[in-house]
Each structure stands twice: as structure tokens, then as C-alpha cells.
């Protein structure tokens, strides 16, 4: 079974930082597209970064271009998602997921997902 498992969520003050981690098994990780995905309480689940299977292509929001960094280790099956300068708004659940596809920003273009992991930003 395939299962990504998301880390490193957490408490913290606007403008320091947190590291995400998501591990992936089950699947040839470095076949897959990876993003990441956040949902904050009663609002609709948006995209926040993906990352081609080479590592070499990446794409941001753009609410969190230039503050947020995502690379991949296909050697460790990891994915990560590096947060700097956290803003209140970046509050919510933020989850990994990974595609069959070339290029994706899409929910629906994503077949799997971790059960992710809460971030809030104190202002």
C-alpha cells in the first residue's frame, strides 16, 4: 500500500520557520511528480508547491513564492517543504501528495496523500 506520512508541523511565531518532512513507501517515489497542499479551517484546500521526480523542476503559489522552498531526496523516498518567514495566514493542515503526472497544481491531478500535519503561525 502506498502511504506518505507528513512531520515537522507546529507551533510557531510569525516570521520564523519549520521544516516539513513527507516519507513516502509503497510507490517508485522517484516515477512521481510531489506537492504539497494546505486546507485552514473552513476554507477550501489550495496548492502550495510541487516538485518534478528529477528535483530539478519546482512551481510556488503565489503566497508563498520566495519564502518557501520545497526539494526532494529520492535516495530517503523524502519530500520537503522548508518555511520561512511564516505569516499568520499560512495557518493549516499541510499535506504531501504525489501525481503520475508531468506537471501538476491540481488536488484532483494527485493520486495520493498523507493524513497531514498542523501548522500555526502566532502573530
Known amino acids: 500500500q502506498v502511504q506518505l506520512v507528513e512531520s515537522g508541523g507546529g507551533l510557531v511565531q510569525a516570521g520564523e520557520s519549520l521544516r516539513l518532512s513527507c516519507a513516502a513507501s509503497?510507490?517508485?517515489?522517484?516515477?512521481?511528480?510531489m506537492g504539497w497542499f494546505r486546507q485552514a479551517p473552513g476554507k477550501e484546500r489550495e496548492f502550495v508547491a510541487t516538485?518534478?521526480?528529477?528535483?530539478?523542476?519546482?512551481y510556488y503559489a503565489d503566497s508563498v513564492k520566495g519564502r518557501f522552498t520545497i526539494s526532494r531526496d529520492n535516495a530517503k523516498n523524502t519530500v520537503y517543504l522548508q518555511m520561512n518567514s511564516l505569516k499568520p495566514e499560512d495557518t493549516a493542515v499541510y499535506s504531501c501528495?504525489?501525481?503520475?503526472?508531468?506537471?501538476?497544481?491540481?488536488?484532483?491531478?494527485?493520486?495520493?496523500w498523507g493524513q497531514g500535519t498542523q501548522v500555526t503561525v502566532s502573530s
Open positions: 501528495a504525489s501525481s503520475k503526472s508531468n506537471w501538476a497544481i491540481m488536488g484532483a491531478e494527485y493520486d495520493y
Open positions: 509503497g510507490l517508485t517515489f522517484s516515477r512521481y511528480l
Open positions: 516538485i518534478t521526480r528529477s528535483g530539478v523542476g519546482k
